[in-house]
Nanobody, 124 residues
Framework: VQLQASGGGLVQAGGSLRLSCATS????????VGWFRQAPGKGREFVAA????????SYGKSVKGRFTISGDNSKTTLYLQMDNLTPEDTAVYYC??????????????????WGPGTQVTVSS
């Protein structure tokens, strides 16, 4: 199982970025996938998650209304559309997965599979 995030970079405040996460190996197409982030000197923070088996996406409080989680038709590529970015969104972003049905969790420990992360830097 592999998750590989891409699409990070440098953007000005107010701008947008779209992150992608390619999954390989055993598919997550009917299971849980999501995004976390870690800013310098801070712990990992829940960003967004969805379970492709059903249910609505969930978002962290600080990104709700600005970020959107989605996937391609095959559900093998996960996206995170990030709009109206602020310097506080600067972090390494990780895509995550779990072979589970039902509701997802915002807890780090719930997610066993993590990709290596992609850096997002928002300048003021």
């Amino acid at each position: 199982v592999q998750l590989q995030a891409s699409g990070g970079g440098l953007v000005q405040a107010g701008g947008s970025l779209r992150l992608s996460c390619a999954t390989s190996g055993r598919a997550f197409s009917n299971h849980a996938v999501g995004w976390f982030r870690q800013a310098p000197g801070k712990g990992r923070e829940f960003v967004a998650a969805i379970n492709w088996s059903g249910g609505r996406p969930s978002y962290g409080k600080s990104v709700k209304g600005r970020f959107t989680i989605s996937g391609d038709n095959s559900k093998t590529t996960l996206y995170l559309q990030m709009d109206n970015l602020t310097p506080e969104d600067t972090a390494v972003y990780y895509c995550v997965g779990k072979y589970a049905v039902g509701p997802t969790s915002p807890n780090v420990a719930w997610w066993p599979y993590w990709g290596p992360g992609t850096q997002v830097t928002v300048s003021s």
